[in-house]
């Protein structure tokens, strides 16, 4: 069975950081594209980041250029997200996702594999 496991959410003041981890566990990461994506209340599920299996080929939302990294440990089957500069606008559930395909210019759905979410709040 397939899951895949977010952590590392919680309050941070904003100027903050914060580092997210997803733990794959029925599959192996390097062989997927991997993204990062949230969904602030009342607003539409976004992706913001994504990493190919093509090593260093990345893509990153505007929103989020120069201050999220998404980074793979395939050695520990996991991908994570840390976020610096955080800003009020950030707060939002996180979640981590198998895509379909993933290249520097954006992400596309596929049969997506997804977790359950983690919570950031970004709040003085």
């Known amino acids: 069975q397939v899951q895949l496991v977010e952590s590392g959410g919680g309050l941070v003041q904003p100027g903050g950081s914060l580092t997210l981890t997803c733990v794959a566990s029925g599959l192996a990461l390097d062989a997927y594209n991997i993204g990062w994506f949230r969904q602030a209340p009342g607003k539409e599920r976004d992706g913001i980041t994504c990493s190919s299996v093509i090593e260093g080929e990345t893509w990153y939302a505007t929103a989020v250029k120069g201050r999220f990294t998404i980074a793979r440990d395939n050695t520990k089957n996991t991908v994570s997200l840390q976020m610096k500069n955080l800003k009020p606008e950030d707060t939002a559930v996180y979640y981590c996702?198998?895509?379909?395909?993933?290249?520097?210019?954006?992400?596309?759905?596929?049969?997506?594999?997804w977790g359950q979410g983690t919570q950031v709040t970004v709040s003085p």
């Open positions: 996702a198998t895509v379909g395909q993933c290249s520097k210019y954006g992400y596309v759905h596929g049969n997506d594999y």
